[in-house]
């Protein structure tokens, strides 16, 4: 039997197992799926999670079953590439023949002092957990600051205005506008509606040095009862310690068909691998189903193809609170309620899938 080792049932890991279970797994053919956490986490929902408006069950899927399959519930730590082995946190290794690395991303902290010590996260289940206690629990009047005000921080500060409207909160953006990567109209509108709903955004800021319950702009403090970095990501940690050549936000490099370079079983998905776009779920769903067509080629004795067409995304949407939203859908800008029913129409279609 050949193990196939899939590490992260996130995006990524998830779409592979959804493409291969049903009907494409050979019979000499095993697969190990590896998380930390023991269930599908919907991370885009993240935001909503940690500004309490809904709960943690309304994003967890179940992995699916299968014979074939086995959930190791654990924490890697590590990747013996040279014996194909997985390294698990108090547990035994877990030996592969074919491997899938989709462990998303961390924090990007730009070197600013404390910020890693002293800010809040949503960028894992845990961390947004914390986050919605710490947030919930806040007194009325009490000062949020919300730094980046990309897409996770525009969607944060807006559910959270919405949420608890007793709060005051203060997004900070390096920009002229925020949501920097969208066209400046959709920014406006953006503005406009935290103009509406009291949230004050602080452009062209810099934050230089972060301090328990106090962030620096441009060395000016500020205090914060509690501080929410939004601010950048990068690879997963495991993937920055690996010993293979990587990008400014530590990930992997790839061949156009998603493997490392010199090493044809190991194969990078979603956040970690260094890919032409924006991070994304949908990037991570498409880059798995060419890695599901690699492995299936292959298991068959057949030569797996020399490229792929280039993913297609079908555009990008937030949310601004429950009612509103703005996003580009197949490369021109919506916004208002049609947005945000949209964005709650994929999400329910996501979970219909696989759930
Ligand atoms: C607030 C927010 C909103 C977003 N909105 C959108 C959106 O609207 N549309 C969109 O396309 N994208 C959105 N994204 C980005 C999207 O969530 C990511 O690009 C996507 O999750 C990447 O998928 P992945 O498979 O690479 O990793 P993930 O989905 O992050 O999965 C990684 C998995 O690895 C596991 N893991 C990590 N480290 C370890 C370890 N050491 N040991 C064991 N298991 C581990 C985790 O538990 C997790 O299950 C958003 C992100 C955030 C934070």
């Not at 899927?61 to 698990?88: C, M, S, W």
């Not at 949503?122 to 730094?147: A, E, F, H, M, W």
């Not at 106090?214 to 970095?229: A, K, S």
Request: aromatic share 8%; glycine share 10%.
């Amino acid at each position: 039997m050949k193990n196939l080792v899939i590490l992260g049932g996130g995006y990524g890991g998830m779409k592979i197992l959804n493409e291969l279970l049903p009907h494409h797994l050979p019979e000499d053919v095993t697969i190990t799926l590896i998380d930390r956490v023991p269930y599908h986490c919907l991370k885009t929902e993240y935001y909503a999670l940690a500004a309490g408006t809904i709960s943690d069950k309304e994003i967890r899927v179940a992995f699916p079953e299968h014979p074939r399959l086995e959930v190791k519930y654990g924490e890697v730590t590590g990747i013996d590439a040279k014996n194909q082995k997985i390294i698990i946190k108090d547990a035994e290794p877990v030996a592969y023949d074919d491997l899938v690395i989709g462990l998303g991303c961390e924090d990007k902290y730009h070197g600013v002092p404390g910020a890693d010590q002293f800010t809040y996260s949503i960028q894992s289940i845990d961390k947004s957990r914390l986050t919605y206690s710490i947030l919930n629990n806040l007194g009325p009047g009490s000062v949020v600051g919300i730094v980046g005000a990309g897409l996770s921080g525009v969607e944060l500060a807006s559910e959270l205005s919405e949420s608890r409207e007793d709060l005051n909160i203060k997004l900070f953006d390096r920009g002229k506008h925020i949501l920097s990567s969208f066209p400046e109209r959709l920014s406006k509108y953006v503005e406009n509606w935290f103009i509406r709903n009291n949230v004050e955004i602080i452009n062209g800021s810099n934050i230089t040095k972060v301090e328990e319950k106090r962030l620096y702009n441009h060395h000016e403090p500020i205090d914060c009862d509690v501080i929410v970095w939004t601010a950048g990501i990068q690879a997963n940690q495991i993937v920055r310690n690996m010993d293979e050549e990587k990008d400014q936000l530590g990930r992997l490099i790839i061949t156009p068909i998603h493997h490392l370079p010199h090493d044809e079983h190991v194969f990078i998905v979603g956040d970690c691998a260094s890919l032409p776009h924006a991070p994304s779920a949908q990037l991570a769903e498409g880059q798995a189903e060419q890695i599901v067509e690699v492995l299936k080629r292959r298991w068959k004795g057949e030569e797996p193809p020399a490229s792929f067409p280039q993913i297609k995304l079908k555009g990008v949407l937030g949310s601004l609170g429950k009612k509103h939203g703005f996003g580009m859908m197949a490369d021109r800008p919506i916004t208002g309620r049609v947005a945000r029913l949209l964005k709650s129409g994929i999400l329910w279609m996501y979970k219909f899938h696989n759930g």
